[in-house]
């Protein structure tokens, strides 16, 4: 599979384990879980950052493998489902660190292109969330997102 703005194939990735059971070593129970992931969420951390720290600290390797349901699932049940979803959340935010750079140096080109790259990920990706019924139809990319973000 190709990257889409770059020469790399990106093939290298890790695989979940075969066995869709939970481990022997959790004790954690379902309620347990699913209120530390609705407490992480207050926090302010995104569903994918949640599912590190359960990794990392908590040593919970797959939330779906314990509860049946992935982290978004059990963010959208509990009402804790993000506005608009995480991908297209940090590439507003990337945009927005790019532009904030071009306003200080003029002359980039390099930055000025990567920035239209960006935004055409922006327009796709925001295309695809439409069609799935993510994003609403009247949402466009925009000074009003951008000014969101940042505050």
Known sequence: ??????KGKGKASSLIPFRRFSPSWIKDSYEDINSL??????KGLVPSQIGIYLR???GIPQIKNI???????????NGL???IPED??????KAINVRKHLERNKKDKDSKFRL?????KIHRISRYYKKNKQLPENWHYGN??????QS
């Open 81 to 83: 489902k993000p506005e």
């Open 88 to 93: 297209l959340f940090f590439l507003i935010k």
């Open 116 to 120: 239209i790259l960006i935004e055409s």
């Open 1 to 6: 599979m190709a990257k889409m703005h770059n």
């Open 37 to 42: 992931i609705c407490k992480l969420s207050k």
């Open 67 to 77: 509860t049946g349901k992935k982290i978004l699932r059990i963010l959208k049940l």
């Open 144 to 149: 009003s997102e951008t000014s969101l973000i």
């Open 56 to 58: 990392d600290c908590r």
